[in-house]
T-cell receptor
Framework: DVKVTQSSRYLVKRTGEKVFLECVQD?????MFWYRQDPGLGLRLIYF???????EKGDIPEGYSVSREKKERFSLILESASTNQTSMYLC??????????????FGSGTQLSVL | GENVEQHPSTLSVQEGDSAVIKCTYS??????FPWYKQELGKGPQLIID?????GEKKDQRIAVTLNKTAKHFSLHITETQPEDSAVYFC???????????FGTGTRLKVLA
C-alpha cells in the first residue's frame, strides 16, 4: 500500500525554536507538497517540490523553508517558530502529469503547537 | 486570485438520507475537480474526481456533477451511513499547474 509518512503526530515547541517537520514517501513520486490546515481556511499550500533540490513557493511561504535532498524525503523548516504557526501540517506527494491533474497522497498530519 | 468557495461548512443528516456539498470556482481555466475525505486523525483521501470534459461521474453511493458555465461542482452522497461522517474538501486545478485550490471544507455528520 502506498504511503506518505510524517515523522511526528504531535509536536510542542517554544517560540523562537527552529522546528523540522519530516515527510517520507515510498511511491517514487516526483512531486511533494507541504500544506497547512486551519479551521475555516481549508488547506493552504506552503511549498512544493517537483524534483530533488527543486522547490517553489506556495501561497503562504513566509516564515517557512524546505529541503529536498533525496527524492523520497521533503522537510519543512520553521526557522523561528511563532505562535501563529500553531496548526496542522500535511505533507502530500503525487506523480507529475502535466495538463490533467493528479491524485494527491497525504500523510496523517503533524499537529504543531507553538507556546 | 483564484479561489474555491465551499458550502455548507457543516452538514448534519439522518442515516439513509442524502447529502449534497457545493463548490464554486473562480478560474475558468480550471479543468480538474477532485473531492477529498478526511476522517478523524487521518490525512485527506481522494474519493472521486471529475474532469472538465465530463458533466457527471458516479461511484456507487457518491457522485459528482460539474456545471462549467456556472463554474459549480457538487458532491452527492446517497443512503448516507455513519462511516460517511468526515470533513470533505473540494479542489480545483488548472491545466499545466501543480496548484490545487482547496475549498474550506464541510464537516458532515451522519446521525444514526
Amino acid at each position: 500500500d502506498v504511503k506518505v509518512t510524517q515523522s511526528s503526530r504531535y509536536l510542542v515547541k517554544r517560540t523562537g525554536e527552529k522546528v523540522f517537520l519530516e515527510c517520507v514517501q515510498d511511491m517514487d513520486h516526483e512531486n511533494m507538497f507541504w500544506y497547512r490546515q486551519d479551521p475555516g481556511l481549508g488547506l493552504r499550500l506552503i511549498y512544493f517540490s517537483y524534483d530533488v533540490k527543486m522547490k517553489e513557493k506556495g501561497d503562504i511561504p513566509e516564515g517557512y523553508s524546505v529541503s529536498r535532498e533525496k527524492k523520497e524525503r521533503f522537510s519543512l523548516i520553521l526557522e523561528s517558530a511563532s505562535t501563529n504557526q500553531t496548526s496542522m501540517y500535511l505533507c502530500a506527494s503525487s506523480l507529475p502529469r502535466q495538463g490533467v491533474g493528479e491524485k494527491l497522497f497525504f500523510g496523517s498530519g503533524t499537529q504543531l503547537s507553538v507556546l | 486570485g483564484e479561489n474555491v468557495e465551499q458550502h455548507p461548512s457543516t452538514l448534519s443528516v439522518q442515516e439513509g438520507d442524502s447529502a449534497v456539498i457545493k463548490c464554486t470556482y473562480s478560474d475558468s481555466a480550471s479543468n480538474y475537480f477532485p473531492w477529498y475525505k478526511q476522517e478523524l486523525g487521518k490525512g485527506p483521501q481522494l474519493i472521486i474526481d471529475i474532469r472538465s470534459n465530463v458533466g457527471e461521474k458516479k461511484d456507487q453511493r457518491i457522485a459528482v456533477t460539474l456545471n462549467k458555465t456556472a463554474k459549480h461542482f457538487s458532491l452527492h452522497i446517497t443512503e448516507t451511513q455513519p462511516e460517511d461522517s468526515a470533513v470533505y474538501f473540494c479542489a480545483a486545478i488548472t491545466s499545466g499547474t501543480y496548484k490545487y485550490i482547496f475549498g474550506t471544507g464541510t464537516r458532515l455528520k451522519v446521525l444514526a
